[in-house]
């Protein structure tokens, strides 16, 4: 018997809004977006800075709450929960990547990989935490480096330990907050590279960048301004980091024989 396929969007947004109140001033951070995401997507957020990108990205995550509209995640309304639900779905349903890797310093690579564990229900026993992490750091080709610490490792392992971080607790959607930031652009095409991999695994992520040549590698690319959505299209013609990657090695082996 066949399993049912969920064709349900991962992400449903309706008329979303975020109002801050800053003194006096009233801010509309993000002005009824209504938006779906699908499962397998690999969506780019773009914008200037206060274009609300970054608003919408942590509403997505539901670490701030919308003042407007409606929110479902996995079908899930965000705003019907309390504190202790949404931490709950969060460590469920989301895995997060930040620009600045968010690692402990004096923690090992296999130590910064079980952490969301800790916070899992139930409880995920110590011996699956460690098979767990040691298989997901395997998948983001750090097999080697589990006992490493982040001082001993580049620009790039310590971003795919975040990964690796990101997806140990198996969830529906990552959400990548310029993960290539602080990277160079060798690495960030390899980083790119690893996202279409787990992309293409079924894995939906959204990432938000203001560069388009990282945006450049995803299946869809949203444009916002002023807090509203004022263009969302399909990338047809994708890069693909492994053909990129090809060609870099290509040139820099032809300048080491010139």
Not at 122 to 150: D, F, S
Not at 219 to 247: C, F, L, W, Y
């Amino acid at each position: 018997m066949n399993t049912p396929v969920n064709t349900t969007p991962v992400i449903q947004l309706r008329d979303l809004a975020k109002t801050y109140q800053t003194g006096e001033v009233e801010v509309k951070a993000v002005r009824g977006v209504t938006l779906d995401i699908q499962r397998g997507d690999f969506m780019a957020i773009m914008g200037a800075s206060g274009s609300g990108k970054s608003t919408l990205m942590n509403t997505l995550g539901c670490l701030d709450q919308p003042t407007g509209g409606n929110y479902l995640l996995d079908g899930i309304a965000v705003a019907a929960l309390n504190r202790k639900e949404l931490a709950k779905l969060r460590n469920k349903k989301l895995g997060f990547v930040f620009q600045s890797f968010n690692l402990l310093a004096r923690t090992s690579a296999l130590e910064n990989v079980e952490l969301p564990m800790f916070y899992s229900q139930p409880l995920v026993p110590l011996r699956e935490r460690h098979h767990r992490a040691m298989q997901t750091l395997e998948k983001v080709g750090l097999g080697n480096r589990l006992g490493h610490y982040p001082s001993q490792l580049s620009g790039g392992q310590q971003q795919r330990i975040a990964i690796a971080r990101a997806l140990v607790n198996k969830p529906e959607l990552v959400l990548a907050d310029e993960p290539t930031g602080n990277l160079d652009t060798r690495t960030s095409i390899e980083l790119m590279g690893l996202f279409q991999e787990l992309n293409d695994s079924g894995i939906t992520i959204v990432m938000v960048t203001h560069e388009l040549d990282i945006a450049a590698y995803c299946k869809r690319i949203v444009v916002m301004r002023d807090g509203q959505v004022i263009s969302d299209t399909r990338n047809e013609k994708r890069r693909s980091a492994v053909e990129e990657i090809a060609t870099l090695d290509q040139a820099e082996q032809k300048a080491k024989l010139a």
